[in-house]
């Protein structure tokens, strides 16, 4: 009796009891400098790979003292300070963001970075340039938002945190739109533009412990496998270090044209997106380094000829790279990444480097086949397409009504009306319906050992 009174006496009370409200975000930024990526676990890892010499901060700091031409003096040489605490650089850096640079982000980093070297009249005069630059950027690209941000909370320091309202309204306009959007897929990033998107994470959470991740669960929940799959199969052996190459929309910068062999003179990728697109990975682990995929995209950059040696690459592989964080078997991974929100999607037929490929992505569909890329016209649909053979999965290109035969496998149906209802009959079964992504693609699992005709007819509009 004694145990049920005490029971309900219990549930009255959590009953009558006002439930407290929801704590409230905080937008005022109270850390110290510096505030943005080094944080204090992350420049304890970079100072002892400092102090045993390592070949990615010997590298670094062999590029700083041949005083060569840097593609970002701002971060490289506020880097550099940062960790070795060496005056001159520190100064050089300080010396370079107070004269015509106009970089938001590196301005940010130089005065986040730097504050030790830099004298008050320098502080804020720096300050006075960045905030003027801020009103100036008004895009709404990644890079531009993330410029934004990090200059707002390296500057936070006046009194009457004037970063408070700014930064709510960036962080409020993501989990409206921004957010949204990416996890719907209505918005697309290329693998080097992802970078930006990951300094915003880590700037977010580490100054006001926000999760930025929970506005686009179902983009986040897929990031680690696009970083991975989104490369076409063969490296490209440049003489610094040998480059994966993330997918190229429009065409191979230099040559515009991508039926050349990708390692021929007139066809050269853009390094730089490819040093962005791997330190894009390389902060993605470092964000969440317990997450399974994230393991597995670590055992994809730790090979360390890939390491990047280049004047761009070189600090970001410094500050990013833990080779102390252990890898999975990106071999364990599966060979067709399919997200239905966007459409995006790749399959290889195997992890060798010579592996033949296809890419489906922003409109853009790819094949890669013996070295060579080839756009794929989505729009040239045949009476009876034969399908492209990658591996265990099929690839078609066709319009309704569409006739083919098929040996099994995953059978990828491009070139369809995007989130469209179609009606599939496969040789000795039942008709189904299946409503094709965004992209208009349907995606067609089959037994490997299944061969049979497939034809494929207009179904009904989704209600």
């Known amino acids: 009796m004694i145990s049920d009174w005490v029971t309900r006496f219990v549930v009255l009370a959590f009953i009558l009891t006002p439930s407290l409200p929801a704590q409230e975000d905080e937008f005022r930024v109270y850390t110290e400098h510096p505030r943005l990526i080094l944080t204090t676990q992350r420049l304890r890892l970079l100072k002892r790979e400092r102090e045993r010499e390592s070949q990615r901060w010997r590298q670094f700091d062999l590029l700083v003292k041949g005083a060569g031409a840097w593609p970002e003096p701002g971060f490289a040489l506020a880097l550099y300070y940062a960790v070795s605490g060496d005056q001159a650089a520190g100064k050089r850096a300080v010396e370079w963001a107070l004269g015509p640079a106009d970089d938001l982000r590196q301005l940010a980093l ?24 801020i009103q100036k950027r008004t895009g709404n690209d990644i890079a531009t938002r993330r410029d934004r941000i990090l200059a707002l909370i390296a500057t936070a320091d006046d009194a009457e945190h004037s970063e408070e309202v ?21 918005t697309t990033l290329e693998l080097p533009d992802v970078y930006p998107l990951l300094e915003i994470l ?15 669960p179902g983009y986040f929940a897929h990031l680690a496998k696009y970083l991975v799959m989104g490369n076409y199969p063969a490296p490209y052996r440049a003489p610094e270090n040998e480059f994966r190459i993330p997918m190229y929309l429009g065409g191979i910068e230099s040559s515009g044209v991508k039926s050349s062999r990708i390692e021929s003179n007139n066809a050269q990728p853009d390094l730089n997106r490819a040093a962005l697109a791997r330190a894009a990975g390389l902060s993605m682990v470092a964000y969440d380094n317990n997450a399974l995929d994230n393991q597995f995209l670590q055992g994809w950059l730790i090979q360390d000829r890939f390491s990047l040696m280049t004047p761009l690459g070189a600090p970001y592989e410094y500050l990013w790279a833990n080779p102390y964080q252990p890898g999975l078997s990106y071999f364990q991974l599966p060979l067709v990444f399919h997200d239905e929100n966007s459409g995006a999607l790749f399959a290889r037929s195997a992890w060798d480097e010579d592996a033949d490929w296809f890419g489906l992505y922003g409109g853009e ?5 013996d070295g060579r890329i080839t756009v794929v016209n989505q729009a040239a649909g045949a009476a009876a397409p034969k399908p492209v053979e990658i591996g265990e999965t099929s690839v078609v290109v066709g319009r309704t009504p569409l006739q083919f035969s ?11 009306k995007p989130l469209y209802p179609y009606l599939v009959e496969t040789d000795d079964e039942e008709m189904r319906e299946a409503a094709t992504d965004r992209a208009g693609t349907l995606v067609l699992e089959y037994p490997s050992s299944r061969m049979a005709g497939v034809r494929i007819h207009t179904g009904a509009l989704i209600q």
Request: aromatic share 6%; with cysteine; proline share 4%.
């Open 110 to 133: 130089v005065y986040d970075w730097c504050q030790p070297v830099l004298s008050s009249k320098e502080s804020a005069a720096l300050a006075a340039k960045i905030r003027q630059l």
């Open 166 to 186: 700014p930064l709510e309204q960036a962080v409020r306009q993501w989990r409206l739109e921004y957010g949204p959007a990416l996890d719907g897929g209505r």
């Open 202 to 216: 880590h700037a977010i959470r580490d100054n006001l412990q926000i999760e930025l991740r929970n506005a686009a």
């Open 365 to 369: 569909a790819e094949l890669f086949h």
């Open 406 to 416: 098929m040996e099994g496998g995953t059978v990828l149906v491009i070139g369809l």
